[in-house]
């Protein structure tokens, strides 16, 4: 089933687009399924689940942090993932820059946006990017290299699209930002059900699990 899944996936989707496989609550057989069936990129949500897998497992992939990273966990993290998709406040970055800097590492970051202002998500407020990324390009060992957005969960993919469009829209205002270490390339925008209308307004990361591994254990 798994492997049905990544190949349709992955021959309706633009080549451009890196195709992430969110692995939370799935086990190490599950993952290796889908590596084999083509993807290379992985995504994760939690760092104590994600230790308990990536260095057991003997595949050459890239591994995304896509869940809410708090900075006890960053030393640790720094070991495993080589994109972190949700950079989401000053004092994390200052968090990746110690740690990195310890580390002799470069860490890559996306921020991630909370386009509809939820109260529940994490995130950034649209109208806060600018002051984080003016902490960010202070910086000598964290790399902005992009924009994450989940948007409201709704069901009904057309009712993302205003979120997508509203991302884009700052990832485009920040293209070309004067700071070496500021470079907008990744739009990470997109889930199993609204990858479609993220790739059409822009995404060149999209995230997806449940139609890859099923319904969440
Ligand atoms: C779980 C998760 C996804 C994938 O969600 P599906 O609806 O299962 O495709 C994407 N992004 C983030 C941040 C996630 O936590």
């Not at 451009?16 to 609550?25: G, L, N, P, R």
């Not at 993807?39 to 949500?45: D, E, L, Q, S, V």
């Not at 069901?155 to 205002?173: A, C, N, W």
């Amino acid at each position: 089933m798994i492997k049905e899944n990544v190949k349709r996936l992955l021959a309706s989707i633009p080549e451009d687009v890196i195709f992430v496989a969110a692995a939370k609550t799935r086990t190490k057989e599950e993952v290796e399924s889908a590596y084999s069936a083509g993807i290379r990129y992985f995504g994760h949500n939690y760092v104590q689940e994600a230790q308990a897998m990536i260095p057991f497992l003997d595949i050459e992939v890239q591994w995304h942090m896509i869940g809410h990273l708090q900075r006890n966990k960053v030393k640790d993290a720094l070991q495993m993932f080589d994109l972190f998709e949700t950079l989401d406040s000053v004092r994390l970055a200052q968090e990746f820059e110690k740690r990195a800097a310890q580390a002799n590492k470069t860490v890559k970051v996306l921020i991630e946006i909370n386009s509809g202002k939820e109260d529940s998500k994490s995130g950034i407020l649209p109208k806060d990017v600018d002051g984080l990324i003016q902490a960010v390009a202070g910086m000598e060992h964290v790399k902005v290299e992009g924009l994450m957005t989940m948007g409201p969960f709704t069901g009904d993919p057309e009712l993302s699209r205003p979120y997508f469009v509203k991302t884009r829209r700052i990832f485009e205002r920040l293209k070309g930002y004067p700071s070496a270490n500021i470079n907008m390339r990744f739009l990470s925008m997109g889930m199993s059900n609204s990858y479609q209308v993220a790739i059409q307004e822009g995404a060149n990361i999209i995230r997806i699990g449940t139609l890859i591994f099923g319904e969440r254990h």
